[in-house]
């Protein structure tokens, strides 16, 4: 093994997005890692395609999110429609909001996109060592780091590698999380699914209405790229080694397609529904499908692990760095754990709200009721105003500040729903404004903390101490419109979150230096 990755601070394990957007964020805090992936490749499917407005803006800090939009499908794509067939008229449709077109509250736009149009651009992100076809088998935590075995999937071979921390993102099927004795809560496994990746010519039935996916009776549709390529995922047969895959993909087009699709590639995977009963183990992080598995249903899956890592990294750059105190880690747990637990209740519900949905259907068939207009859903359109629960997720732990510096928030979980309302209180996302012509205040967080005042010659005599931080200034609207009076302040953290406010004056010189130091845990230098 070279020696590149024989000590390196972070062991991450698993290299899907969640993994390479770990790697990626951590080099920009110049932490050391190595990437370690049990398959000898990339994933060539297209599997999670939805990059969410949040995760865009995190990709937009990457330098990420002009590449992607370039190579995704354009916004009138980022719509669901349901049909009985491919070659039926939609009986309902919605549009996936901060998708199909932007929004205020947001720089940037979520895109439809594909994971192995995304993973590669992840992978270029950073330059630190990756290593496909090595699985890790076995974990040991030390005094001060943790002894990982890793075996060579092709070779056979085993070495040890000994880091700092390790970030478990290897999936729902995590290797680490039963090793550790971690257990899960939720409803487990829903079935087993078959993604099969084909050619053919749709376009007479779905040019003019474009969408990200077409949910019909016999499964569901989804274009791959922009220039070409179609999925249909399903329950799978129970014959599978047998199936007719050309065969079973034409009798879901419908009677009169007459298309008989070339395929290309086929999946099995199992839909899972849980979440880890934590999110730590002394010196072992989970993140991404290890933490929590998903439902597919509104795409959520993958961009809650992408928040996972953004909430994660800057916690171990400042342990590792010394200007953060080991217990900030701990906060991540008590962060992220509330989000799971939204995002699954919020999922499954989806989940069973589309199954309702085709039921309806089914019984409006049966009964001769059904036409091809639009028909009332339990649902109705606000089916994807996700934003609530995607810019609006709340945080409640010691590494941020009630409005009385002095007291932490309690580690209590808010509950966002599908409207979101920007706020400028502690534990809430920045509220996005344009400080100039395409930089917004969450471009202005980064690789440090950042205090927003219209007062930045006052303020910036009071910013000292070990941590990476910044001071940008607020016009007089803008302050208002983030409750500050002339001499007040918010102290962001790196991840975008409002650690602390003062509406004015700080109460006394140290007031920034002691947040500081009450929010990273650390002495304060």
């Known amino acids: 093994m070279p020696g590149a990755d024989a000590d390196p601070e972070v062991l991450i ?6 993994g390479l957007t770990a790697r990626a964020l951590l080099a920009r805090w110049g932490v050391r890692t190595s990437l370690v992936e049990k398959h000898t490749e990339l994933s060539p499917f297209p599997r999670s395609r939805l990059v969410n407005v949040r995760s865009m ?5 990457l330098g990420l999110a002009a590449p992607l939009t370039d190579r995704a499908f354009a916004p009138e794509y980022g719509r669901i429609r349901f049909r009985d067939t491919l070659c039926d008229r939609d009986f309902a449709t919605a549009a996936m909001v901060g998708v199909n077109g932007p929004v205020p509250e947001s720089p940037v736009t979520g895109v439809l996109t594909s994971q192995d149009r995304l993973e590669p651009l992840l992978l270029a992100a950073a330059d630190a060592p990756v290593r496909f076809g090595v699985e890790l088998v076995g974990v040991a935590e030390e005094a001060d780091g943790v002894v990982a075995v890793l075996a060579d999937r092709r070779g056979g071979g085993r070495t040890r590698v000994r880091a700092r921390y390790v970030l478990a993102a290897d999936g729902a099927n995590s290797t680490l999380r039963p090793l550790l004795g971690i257990g899960t809560t939720g409803p487990g496994a829903l079935g087993g699914f078959t993604t099969v990746v084909f050619d053919a010519d749709l376009s007479p039935w779905c040019a003019r209405r474009p969408a990200g996916v077409y949910v019909t009776a016999h499964g569901s549709f989804g274009p791959v790229h922009p220039e070409g390529g179609w999925m249909w995922f399903g329950l799978t047969p129970d014959d599978a080694a047998h199936a007719d895959w050309p065969g079973l993909v034409s009798r879901a087009l419908g009677p009169g397609a007459e298309v008989r699709p070339e395929v290309r590639r086929v999946q099995h995977w199992v839909m899972n529904a849980f979440v880890a009963e934590r999110f730590r183990h002394g010196r072992v992080l989970l993140a991404g499908d290890a933490a929590h598995a998903l439902p597919i249903t509104g795409g959520l899956g993958m961009n809650t692990g992408v928040a996972d890592v953004h909430n994660l990294c800057w916690k171990l750059a400042g342990v590792l760095r010394g200007w953060a105190g080991p217990g900030l880690l701990d906060t991540y747990g008590t962060e992220r754990l509330p989000v799971a637990h939204q995002t699954l209740d919020q999922t499954v519900a989806g989940t069973r709200l589309m199954v309702e949905v085709q039921s309806r259907r089914h019984e409006q068939l049966r009964s001769g009721e059904a036409t ?9 359109d606000r089916y994807f105003a996700q934003l609530g629960l995607v810019l609006g997720v709340t945080y409640r732990s010691d590494a941020m500040l009630t409005d009385a510096p002095s007291s932490p928030g309690p580690a209590v979980p808010s509950a966002p729903g599908t409207d979101y309302v920007p706020t400028p209180k502690p534990g809430h996302r920045m509220p996005h404004l344009w400080l100039a012509p395409d930089r917004s205040t969450l471009d202005a967080c980064g690789e440090w903390f950042t205090l927003f005042t219209p007062d930045p010659a006052g303020w910036g005599r009071r910013a000292s101490g070990p941590w990476p931080s910044r001071v940008e200034a607020l016009t ?13 302040a918010l102290l962001v953290r790196p991840d975008g979150h409002i650690a602390a406010r003062w509406p004015d004056a700080p109460p006394s010189d140290a007031a920034l230096h002691q947040a500081l130091a009450a929010v990273t845990g650390s002495a304060g230098g």
């Open 476 to 488: 007089a609207g803008q302050a208002g419109v983030c409750a500050l009076g002339a001499h007040g």
């Open 13 to 18: 394990v698993g290299g899907g997005p969640v």
């Open 57 to 61: 803006e995190i990709y937009r800090l």
């Open 372 to 380: 091809s207009d639009p028909v009332e859903l339990p649902w109705s």
